[in-house]
């Protein structure tokens, strides 16, 4: 948080001198130091942010971000030095480009104000890199097989544990890689949320030494568990109504994006199911 910048705006917002002197005061003469070992650098000033574990610090970061870009076709998460920017649609090429628009205002929103993206750590489209398309599952699955061929000897066909206990580290461990984020990125297509349920197929033939006649089904059965799309349904259920209660207004506030003219927006789709409708 650039502090000039933060200065700035308080006085446009025509806040008290006063106040605006104290906050001042607040974050200037600022010092930091670094300790290696027993080596200390020389002392920087500090020129940005805000003291870390302050109760002032999130409200400064409000008003701050109170300017940010907006577009209501496009739904803006931000918390502390995290952010997503969330869209729905039908045609890929429509949901890039209102991507791209309000990617745009956001660059110029950053520039403007001394903001500075890690773009090394996104895999967006943002100052000119692209967003691989719909790479959410892949990861999950790159991730799940690599946890897969670690823990083989105890879920394989020779492994000397009982089968509630595979059951029992299918749930602890692999089902939640494989859901990971699932409340959000399962409102993709059904050819991607199929992959996923493939992959839960085969790990249970393997825990089960099923041979190819017994159904997917009769497995998922007599093993008690879920297809991806039911579990997906369920937890993004509780997921949405524990956000719905939440305590936190900003965490609340998000219900808000739900209503949008009687039909129920992304990511609440994800649940197949319909919250209350709130008063008008």
Request: contains cysteine.
């Amino acid at each position: 948080m650039w502090h000039n910048g933060l200065i700035f705006k308080l006085m446009s917002y025509q806040f008290p001198d006063y106040l605006i002197k104290i906050i001042q005061q607040f974050l200037s003469n600022r010092n930091f130091q670094v300790k290696i070992n027993q080596v200390l650098s020389s002392v920087g000033n500090i020129q940005a942010g805000t003291p870390q574990g302050s109760s002032f610090s999130p409200t400064l970061y409000n008003i701050f971000n109170s300017d940010f870009p907006l577009n209501d076709k496009v739904l803006n998460c931000l918390f502390a030095d995290d952010s997503a920017i969330l869209t729905q649609g039908s045609n890929i090429r429509f949901i890039i480009k209102t991507l791209q628009s309000q990617l745009d205002s956001m660059e110029y929103w950053c520039a403007k104000w001394r903001v500075t993206i890690n773009t090394d750590k996104k895999k967006q489209f943002f100052y000119e890199k692209d967003i691989p398309a719909k790479q959410h599952a892949k990861y999950n699955s790159d991730k799940f097989w690599n946890k897969v061929h670690i823990i083989i000897p105890l879920i394989g066909r020779h492994s000397p544990l009982s089968l509630n206990n595979k059951v029992l580290l299918f749930k602890q461990i692999f089902r939640p890689i494989l859901t990971y984020y699932a409340p959000i990125w399962c409102i993709t297509a059904n050819t991607h949320r199929r992959k996923i349920q493939i992959l839960q197929k085969k790990i249970l033939r393997i825990m089960t030494n099923a041979p190819w006649f017994v159904r997917s089904d009769v497995i998922h059965k007599d093993l008690k568990i879920e297809m991806i799309e039911d579990h997906v349904k369920n937890i993004s259920r509780r997921f949405f109504s524990q956000l719905q209660d939440h305590k936190n207004p900003l965490i609340n506030g998000q219900v808000e994006y739900a209503y949008t003219n009687g039909k129920y927006a992304y990511p609440y789709s994800t649940t197949k199911w319909s919250l209350p409708l709130k008063p008008p």
